[in-house]
């Protein structure tokens, strides 16, 4: 990458699972800010997310209070119907994430947390 604006770094999604290989991920973040977000500390233990079952953005949103600590990542919809929506994956055990597209954008899922 050529962009300064932008961070690299390899990503455990499961800090529960030993034999998880990491995963690469690219962030529109500069290495210092990315250091700041991993260094705050969350000022809460659960959030509430408004995900919609079945990922099907038609039906209405169900509320689902999680620990903070499951929160693995997040990333936006990349969708033409919704600018609005991420998709949330969770720690749900030591050998399984779980996916919800969740009615919040990126902003608003971390604001949750700050």
Do not use: C, H
């Amino acid at each position: 990458m050529t962009d300064t604006n932008y961070s690299s770094l390899y990503y455990f999604d499961n800090p529960f699972d030993r034999q998880e290989s990491s995963g690469y991920m690219e962030v529109y973040l500069t290495v210092a800010q990315l250091k700041t977000q991993m260094d705050t500390t969350p000022t809460k233990t659960y959030m509430t997310l408004p995900y919609y079952p079945s990922m099907d953005s038609t039906k209405a949103t169900v509320d689902r209070t999680i620990p903070i600590d499951n929160f693995a990542f997040a990333v936006a919809v990349a969708d033409s119907r919704s600018s609005t929506d991420s998709i949330v994956y969770l720690v749900d055990s030591a050998w399984r994430l779980k996916r919800y597209r969740v009615a919040l954008t990126l902003a608003q899922l971390l604001a949750l947390v700050a």
